[in-house]
């Protein structure tokens, strides 16, 4: 079963067109990837899945729910899309706990287990603001998971990691597929397209194409 379908998709700003008619879908139970160099449309594609952008042409659906006729902006998935403005002068799970909070009842030992998972320290006071690159990418990927949705949509979850890091989080990517999640990213690196993903697709200029695995 589908369950991000993308058809026919064209996306236009300022007489250019970044998505050109882009189709792609992303299986239930899956890793779907989508590799491409900084510009290429990746993060533009996300964004329409998700709503925050509205697409000139094409159909975009989640589920078997249209974007926007269905939904404007997508609620149900865990998202990356960009780094998320984090209260500088607070902790990672003071972050987390105000962001969980807006849809849940406080559950801080959750949220100290989610941390955890990511490889973040849950009762560390530590203030974002002083949190590295990585780390920070860490908070993020805690965010996207801390809600336990059923699709999650990564744009370059890998990046500001280190080697390390990397390793940290392709192992519990595939441990979330393992559990039933639908994943759906991007990267620039190949290796986390070949490790992770169970089909692929390549972005360059707004086109897209299939990469065999």
């Given at each position: 079963m589908d369950t991000i379908v993308v058809e026919n998709v064209v996306k236009v700003f300022k007489n250019?067109?970044?998505?050109?008619n882009?189709?792609?879908?992303?299986k239930?139970?899956?890793?779907?990837?989508?590799?491409?160099h900084n510009g290429s449309g990746k993060s533009v594609l996300f964004k329409c899945i998700c709503g925050f952008f509205k697409t000139d042409c094409g159909e975009i659906h989640?589920?078997?729910?249209?974007a926007g006729r269905d939904f404007?902006?997508?609620?149900?998935?865990?998202?990356?899309?960009?780094?998320?403005?984090?209260?500088?002068?607070?902790?990672?799970?003071?972050?987390?706990?105000?962001?969980y909070g807006i849809r849940n009842r406080k559950d801080t030992e959750h949220l100290h287990t989610i941390m955890n998972l990511v490889?973040?320290?849950g009762k560390s006071r530590k203030r974002v603001s002083k949190y590295s690159m990585g780390m920070k990418q860490r908070l993020s990927i805690a965010q996207a998971i801390m809600e336990d949705h059923d699709i999650l949509i990564l744009d370059e979850p890998m990046n500001g990691l280190d080697k390390k890091g990397c390793d940290d989080i392709r192992a519990l990517l595939l441990d979330l597929k393992r559990k039933g999640k639908t994943i759906l990213m991007s990267s620039h690196n190949k290796g986390d397209i070949d490790i992770l993903c169970d089909r692929a697709y390549e972005m360059d200029n707004g086109v897209?194409?299939?990469?065999?695995?």
């Open positions: 250019q067109e970044v998505l050109k882009v189709s792609m879908s992303c239930e139970g899956e890793i779907c990837g989508i590799i491409g989640v589920r078997g729910k249209k404007d902006i997508l609620s149900e998935a865990g998202i990356i899309i960009e780094g998320p403005a984090y209260l500088g002068y607070l902790s990672g799970i003071d972050n987390l706990e105000l962001l490889g973040l320290d897209i194409s299939n990469i065999e695995l």
